[in-house]
T-cell receptor
Framework: NAGVTQTPKFQVLKTGQSMTLQCAQDMNHNSMYWYRQDPGMGLRLIYY???????DKGEVPNGYNVSRLNKREFSLRLESAAPSQTSVYFC???????????FGQGTRLTVV | QKEVEQNSGPLSVPEGAIASLNCTYSDRGSQSFFWYRQYSGKSPELIMSIYSNGDKEDGRFTAQLNKASQYVSLLIRDSQPSDSATYLC???????????FGQGTELSVKP
């Protein structure tokens, strides 16, 4: 029962480096999401994908890009990491617009 | 103004009391509303979902929705120390299934 799997769990980057956060779900869900969580800020939506082949900006998309590679996988890319992108990143998926979202275990990213 | 607003707390209640958590949202067309619980260092997990006006009860939890006032709340009866966590309100917006969260309310239940 893997659910939503995120890799890596922890990452330290230097300013200006790039990296891709991976997310895969095995529940045959249509919708997938990327959030960041900072202290006192709740979860802020970065990008989402309502179905395979579509992606849309969320609340805080600047500095990020996404790819919905197929129905299972939704990746988040930081092209040039900045200290302001230090955060915990969560991937989530849901069956449809009205269904609950299931979350991965999170990726703790530190940019120095 | 954030699209989904919650009191950030912390909210402290004694064991056995009722905890009341509140949330307002800005999009009148929203159809789906969720409450998630998040323990420190863990991922959010769903407690309740509600889609129509009125109350929905599940054990010690009751969700209340008032679409005219754009308001959704969560009541926790007989609060337990194990209920101490951050509670996140989430709203599904009509356009394209965008799921937006509030900033969360930290609840502390004192024995």
């Amino acid at each position: 029962n893997a659910g939503v799997t995120q890799t890596p769990k922890f990452q330290v980057l230097k300013t200006g480096q790039s990296m891709t956060l991976q997310c895969a779900q095995d529940m045959n869900h249509n919708s997938m999401y990327w959030y960041r969580q900072d202290p006192g800020m709740g979860l802020r939506l970065i990008y989402y994908s309502a179905s395979e082949g579509t992606t849309d900006k969320g609340e805080v998309p600047n500095g990020y890009n996404v790819s919905r590679l197929n129905k299972r996988e939704f990746s988040l890319r930081l092209e040039s990491a900045a200290p302001s992108q230090t955060s915990v990143y969560f991937c989530a998926s849901s069956a449809s617009g009205q269904a609950e979202a299931f979350f991965g275990q999170g990726t703790r990213l530190t940019v120095v | 103004q954030k699209e989904v607003e919650q009191n950030s707390g912390p909210l402290s209640v004694p064991e056995g009391a009722i905890a009341s958590l509140n949330c307002t949202y800005s999009d009148r067309g929203s159809q789906s509303f969720f409450w998630y619980r998040q323990y420190s260092g863990k991922s959010p997990e769903l407690i309740m979902s509600i889609y129509s006006n009125g109350d929905k009860e599940d054990g010690r939890f009751t969700a209340q929705l008032n679409k005219a006032s754009q308001y959704v709340s969560l009541l926790i009866r007989d609060s337990q120390p194990s209920d101490s966590a951050t509670y996140l309100c989430a709203v599904m917006y009509n356009q394209g299934g965008k799921l937006i969260f509030g900033q969360g309310t930290e609840l502390s239940v004192k024995p």
